[in-house]
């Protein structure tokens, strides 16, 4: 992804900019067409995204599960890999959190059975990937179609499990029963209260710090470990790694373990933090939208806090915009999603000279300025 | 060949040719890439029905010449002449409507289609591949019978041998109407039997009236088959005859001039150092079954420069990795530092570089640096286990980043500047750092592969005396380089290579242009 | 086994395999030119909901269908735009291709309809009925030819029956025209077509463009002859199922058709086996056998019953060598 002409900071900041400005006037199109007022709706976007504490909370209780998906795109990315199968990872690692907390939760107190639900979370999710990982290394199964079929078995493992050995009998509602209390992540408003700060509810809770701290673990992971290295290096030169003496395969497949565990933390956030228990819908498409984020967060963990906050404010400013103009939905949020994902992703060379021509030429301005004056 | 039978051809102005006409007139062709000439006042008269000889070392120019009278590049200057006629050549297209047509190095065909299909490829006479198979079966049968080529149209491509999927392509030029057939490098992936086959055919298309143009370094090919030949050097034509005036030892002399002497600083090191690395009966075969190196023995003693010259393709590239634990050959053993190595159970680079065995890859790009990563991440690049560098498993950013800063200092890599990204120094600063990063780990073998290419003058003599430091340090170097000059420059013994296999070795002092010509082109059996 | 049973299951099978069937060949020729298509799931959603809203406001089937088309089309041009004029990456293409359809359909269909993403169902004049209708009749005193041939083989409206066409067709375009000899070439290696002359690009948009048509075709069965008007995300991952049929059938028109029929067939058979107890087995989760088509591609990726050979330039952008 390096030959666009422009200098590093430009191609890591600036471009990014520009393709979401693009996917921003595309989405403006469609709402004009639709006989909406573009400026109206960005301006209940933003208001109901940032305006109000509710509103910026319900932005960081999304923003968390898109940290945990971003950063698992993002880490398959710097191995040289598409995980398309992040939806699968955390429907599975949510499953594995509501299974531990499901058989635990009466029995161990919250700080032994959290760590135990992150962890086996985690797992659940880093398995769901390492299979395809490892099919790819060793007998070369496109990792794009294997990860693409296990989001759809993942799906019917849930789903089986759910309907036939989770609901309590003679509900009709697909959802476990609700986990014990040891189980659950304190809400954000009510640590807050506990601190003596009054905030208002919302879905947001603790597992935010989670995330962020797993942004700071991946840095860490893939700029200042070994392995992270080794990661990096298989993914941009297999042929340097080879040279090196990096063992590509084994590489391949920590970068999909790593990529599934950080998607497999989605659970923290849906399931300890917000509803409790066992449900079909708590992944909805949260990863697909990590392949938006990471995108525009170049795949940089710092990238990623700021995309995800980007497609979080989205999420919460359509729902407000849903609610207040007739005839919008929050599909119009998915929608900008998608144009991002065309924009950033897949027409980034057709967009990058229309960036690289004025950007040089305007450097070059100021780097002969510079000359003349020196 | 009545061209307008042929499919896609209309009976375009192209003149007849009439035995003892000029094919092909080139007259003045110069050609540019940058800074480098590839082409420099170049003349070339290939005579109607005959077999001409473009001889030279990599780099001459004969590629491009002949890339040239194909339509892949556009001469800056010079005129060219088909059959007295003078012609301009825009594309591949423009040069197949002149009768020009050209089976290239590397085959271009699809695999998994048969040999029908690849020669009817975008010249099929009907949409309905019922009636273009059945017309172009019967122009191939006439074809075939005529040229004594045969080939079974309807096997695989991916199920031929070498040799067959090279009559492939020579029917394929044929078909579309060549009457100028220029072939390179054609015997490069042939067995004997398979050359000798093919030059039955060549000479059997020139007694039909084809004029065949044949790119090559090999020699005694040239003597036994040419009837004339042009030798090229460094871009221009140094030589050109019929046949008859031709020798061995004429042609090896023009092909590599008078280098021998050049850029010698008259050190020659040790002459009789602790052997270091030993490999014996190494043989290697790539993924269409040719043989690449055949029964190879080789010795690395302390405190020399050994030199592997030859022409590029020989298997030198194939050495380099077999002896850097990059290819596991098929057959063969390797004795280093007191452990032996068979083909089964090879060495790895990881554990080429525990025994000291250092390498700076003839591929800088792919395999050197990883282009991405900024300077620093690059310099150590298979060194990551080195406790100075990593323990356990966290890498100590601040070491890396001072011995990088000292590895610029002690190389002279420029700019000084640890965070730049890898592809954005000058060649000749990669390659400083490259070889600032393995000679940094003071190994006992240093396996080196094109060490200036793509480097700037400036550069290159400071390369030099680190090589030569090295070997005064009692260090075993194998340099391989596709520049003679280079080779001659830092050697203490020459081996030469040629098709696989090492054809001589000579100390220093016992190189000259002639033995080394002869040595480079020689075919041993 | 019940005779009734068995010709519903044939008559299911086949109505189920028929969308999967436009979306397979619509893969295949794609992607034997080179080119991934991960987006067929969005090109069958979009075309969806375009038959659906033309089909409800112009009352007329082939408006319908030629609305469904041309979205269809101009998706895979955007397709082709961005991958193969511009190299850009063509999994993440499909996969915006897919957000943005499922996004946008949902986004019009509100708008222009109000009732939260549906459209209005067709009438049935423009529905697509069954051809012969009478057909079950004619073998009224045969049951077995009733049930299998009646139902299950003559039952079926128009577009079952092209699908099915489709197949020999798409075999004969591929391995019988000069256009098919080059398209496989051209996913094979780019290089070796490009020196003989012949438009790379050219090559890979007319296959885009066929993509288009058939997955045209695919959405405007849904909408036309399977349910009567379009519903969020009706394709329930009906395309990647057709990718998967597409890699289970290695490429190949005959294969893909063999696949998507077993897809459906499961497919039909998932609702009917809850609650049966098959020999050996027990009674299979209905889950199991959704998940079943997904689980025997991967098994298939794996290489453990045969290889699955993608053409060998798939997935590349092409840049002429200098």
Known sequence: ?374 | ?525 | MDEVLIGNMLASSLRMATPLLFCALAGLLSERSGVIDIGLEGKMLFAAFAAGAAGAALGSTSLAVACAIGVSILLSWVHGLACVSYRGDQVVSGIAINIIAAGLTMVLGIAWFAQGGQTPPVSTEVRIQALWPQAQDAFANWPWLQAIVGEGLLSHNALVYLALALVPTTWWLLFKTRFGLRLRAVGENPHMVDAAGVSVHGLRYTALTLNGVLCGLAGSYLVLAQSAAFSSNMTAGRGFMALAALIFGRWHPVGAMWACLLFGFLDAAAIRMQGTALPLIGEVPVQAIQALPYVLTVVLLAGFIGKAVAPAAIGKPYVKER
């Open chain 1, 1 to 374: 992804m390096s030959n666009t002409n422009m200098p590093k900071w430009a191609e890591l900041v600036v471009l990014p900019i520009v393709c979401l400005a693009v996917a921003l006037a595309v989405a403006g199109v469609v709402v004009a067409l639709i006989g909406q007022d573009p400026m109206e709706v960005l301006s209940f976007l933003i208001y109901g995204a940032l305006g109000t504490a509710r509103g910026v909370s319900y932005t960081l209780y999304y923003t968390t599960t898109f940290i945990f998906t971003g950063l698992a795109v993002a880490v398959a990315f710097h191995g040289g890999l598409f995980n398309i199968g992040g939806e699968g990872q955390a429907i599975m690692g949510g499953l594995g959190t509501g299974l531990v907390a499901l058989w635990l939760s009466p029995y161990l107190p919250a700080w032994l059975l959290l760590p135990l639900m992150l962890v086996v979370g985690a797992a659940f999710g880093m398995l769901w990937a390492a299979v395809p990982g490892y099919l790819q290394a060793y007998r070369g199964s496109h990792v794009v179609i294997t990860t693409i079929m296990f989001n759809f078995i993942a799906s019917s493992v849930l789903v089986y499990l759910l309907v036939n050995h989770l609901r309590p009998v003679g509900t009709m509602s697909v959802e476990s029963v609700p986990f014990e209390p040891s189980a659950n992540l304190p809400r954000m408003h009510e640590a807050l209260a506990w601190l003596g700060i009054e905030w208002p509810a919302s879905p947001l809770n603790t597992s935010l710090f989670i995330a962020l701290a797993a942004a700071v673990a991946v840095y860490l992971f893939l700029w200042r470990s070994k392995a992270g290295y080794n990661v990096r290096a298989v993914g941009s030169s297999a042929s340097a790694a080879e040279y090196a003496g990096i063992n590509a395969k084994r590489h391949i497949v920590l970068a999909m373990a790593v990529s599934g565990a950080l998607a497999g933390m989605v659970g923290m956030n849906e399931i300890a933090g917000v509803s409790g228990k066992l449900l079909l819908e708590f992944v909805s498409g949260a990863g697909f939208t990590g392949i938006a984020v990471a995108l525009m967060g170049r795949n940089h963990p710092v990238g990623i806090v700021f995309a995800s906050l980007l497609f979080g404010a989205l999420f919460q400013g359509g729902a407000e915009v849903a609610f207040e103009v007739k005839g919008f939905s929050r599909d119009m949020v998915v929608l900008m999603q998608g144009l991002v994902v065309l924009f950033s992703g897949a027409m980034i060379y057709v967009i990058a000279p229309w960036v690289a021509k004025p950007l040089n030429a305007v450097l070059n301005l100021f780097g002969a300025a510079h000359a003349k004056g020196a």
């Open chain 2, 1 to 525: 060949m009545d061209k307008a039978s042929l499919p896609g051809h209309t009976t375009a102005t192209a003149p007849t040719a009439t035995v003892g006409s000029v094919a092909v007139g080139m007259h003045g062709i110069e050609k540019r890439f940058g800074a480098v000439r590839a082409n420099q006042g170049v003349n070339l008269n290939v005579a109607t029905a005959t077999i001409h000889g473009i001889v030279g070392e990599n780099g001459a120019g004969k590629s491009t010449l002949m890339s040239v009278l194909y339509g892949m590049y556009q001469a800056d200057a010079g005129r060219i002449a088909i059959n007295g006629a003078a012609a301009t050549i825009h594309n591949a297209d423009d040069a197949i409507a002149l009768g020009i047509g050209m089976v290239h190095q590397h085959f271009m065909l699809v695999d998994t289609l048969s040999v029908l299909d690849n020669i009817m490829l975008g010249a099929e006479p009907h949409w309905l591949l019922s009636r273009a198979d059945k017309a172009t079966r019967g122009q191939l049968r006439d074809l075939m019978q005529r040229t004594g080529l045969h080939l079974d149209l309807d096997s695989l491509v991916r199920d031929l041998a070498v040799g067959d999927r090279q009559r492939l392509e020579i029917i394929k030029a044929l078909h579309r109407g060549a009457n100028i057939l220029i072939l390179d490098e054609p015997t490069a992936v042939l067995t004997p039997q398979e050359t000798a086959q093919l030059f039955e055919v060549l000479r059997g298309l020139r007694a039909r009236g084809t004029t065949l143009i044949i790119i090559t370094h090999k020699l005694k090919e040239v003597m036994g088959l040419c009837d004339a030949v042009t030798v090229m050097r460094a871009g221009e034509v140094v030589a050109d005859m019929p046949i008859a005036q031709a020798t061995l030892e004429i042609l090896a002399e023009a092909m590599v001039g008078r280098k021998v002497h050049i850029g010698r600083d008259g050190s020659v090191g040790v002459q009789d150092g602790a052997v270091l690395l030993q490999a014996s009966g190494i043989g290697v075969q790539d993924a269409l079954g040719v043989a690449r190196l055949r029964q190879l023995d080789i010795t690395l003693r302390a405190g020399e420069i050994v030199g592997a010259a030859g022409v590029s393709g020989n298997g030198q590239s194939e050495l380099l990795d077999v002896l850097a634990g990059l290819l596991s050959p098929d057959s063969g053993e390797l004795q280093v530092m007191a452990q032996t190595f068979n083909s089964a159970d090879w060495l790895d680079p990881k554990t080429a570089r525990q025994l000291g065995i250092a390498h700076v890859p003839e591929d800088r790009h792919a395999r050197a640096l990883v282009m991405a990563f900024a300077a620093w991440e690059s310099a150590v690049l298979g060194y990551g286990h080195l406790t100075s560098y990593t323990t356990g498993g966290w890498m100590h950013h601040s070491a890396m980043r001072t011995a990088t800063r000292d590895m610029m200092e002690a190389f002279d890599v420029r700019p000084r500047n640890t965070e730049l990204q890898s592809s954005h120094f000058s060649g000749g600063n990669q390659q400083k750092l490259v070889l600032a990063r393995e000679l940094g780990q003071a190994p006992t073998i240093l396996l080196v592969g094109q060490p200036t290419r793509g480097v700037d003058v400036g550069a290159i003599e400071f390369i030099y005396a680190q090589l030569r430091a090295m070997r005064d340090a009692g260090c075993a170097v194998l340099v391989v380089s596709s520049e003679l000059d280079e080779i001659l420059a830092l050697a203490s013994r020459v081996i030469v290579m040629n098709n696989g296999r090492v054809t001589g070795e000579l100390a220093i002092d016992d190189c000259n242009e002639t033995n080394l010509g002869l040595l480079m082109t020689a075919e041993n059996v």
